[in-house]
């Protein structure tokens, strides 16, 4: 049997305290919360994010990537940003009621709704729970453009649902892939499904007539950024319309999950890396100015723009075709259907 997962996180900075194991730490098992959330609907007003709603059926990600930017959010629970964000994990069960309420409000216009901002909505927890297919049909049933972010095989199970919706409002799927090497990816993001099968759902999606697109996310310098040709060539191939990427982002305690999981998985790299960051940040390791947290400066970056921009333009990725959030912005086909005689509240209630 392979050996155990081991449970790791650097000091919670809103703990007053930390306490110090004596010994091996205990296997890091499974542990699934509910969230008693009242809202759904995230806000998002900064200009380094290019969407301002966003829905999050969980909490904590079971992929394990250990640049993820949303670790720290677990540090507001009492719990860490290393494995307790990995094996921790929240579910809101009444997502996709509470998701119709906020478009039977008179305020609701129709945007774009982005799934999802701090963590993959179609993580393992989604083949029981199915909440994002709950919300999604929410979608559905009020014509609300989505786009979706996610590394996940299970996306292909709502295949028919994402190409309805594509085919009635707007619609889009971006698969996160941000490496070439195997063995890079898996030290990195262990508990993601392998690169050729992410690429095969691009495929998959796009034959069913859902908008799909990459994820260059993130550009981690000194690690990844000489395989975006070859990442976006192969998306292209496999039918993606358009491309992203963002720099990596290292804010408060992802800082040491990220350096501890790759001295400890890629020991040969990490100073390489860690000079590359920083010759990409004017010497930071991160920033959090708004505007800044997913742009780079100097030199080095600047020929990682050019790259990805040479790239974009020959593959006809600069176009910006077939991401849910670029066509006719202004346009909606949002609308609220009526209520179904006798309903009370939303055709997805249930008991409490």
Known sequence: MPEPKRIWNPPN???????????EPPAAQLE??????KSILSHNDSPDIGFRWSVNPYRGCFMSCAYCYARPTHEYFGFGAGTDFERKIFVKPRAPQLLERAFRHRSWKGELI??????????????????TRGCLEVCRAFRNPVALITKSLLIRRDAELLAALAREARAS????IAFLDEEVARAVEPSAPTIRRRFETMEMLAKAGVPVGIGVAPVIPGLNDEAIPGLLKEAKRRGAQFAFHTLLRLPGSVKAVFFHRLREQLPLRAARVEHRIRESRAGRLSDS??????HGEGAYWESVEQLWGVWTRRLGFDRGDGAAGERDPERTTFRRPPRP????????????
């Open 13 to 23: 900075p809103y703990l007053t305290e930390h306490r110090e194991l004596l010994g």
């Open 289 to 294: 100015r708004f505007g800044y947290r997913h």
């Open 32 to 37: 699934v919360y509910e969230d008693r959330s």
């Open 341 to 352: 005689v006798g309903q009370l509240e939303f055709p997805w209630a249930t008991a409490a």
């Open 173 to 176: 799927v971006a698969l996160s």
């Open 114 to 131: 982005v799934f999802s901002g701090v963590t993959d909505c179609y993580q393992p927890l989604e083949a029981a729970w199915k909440l």
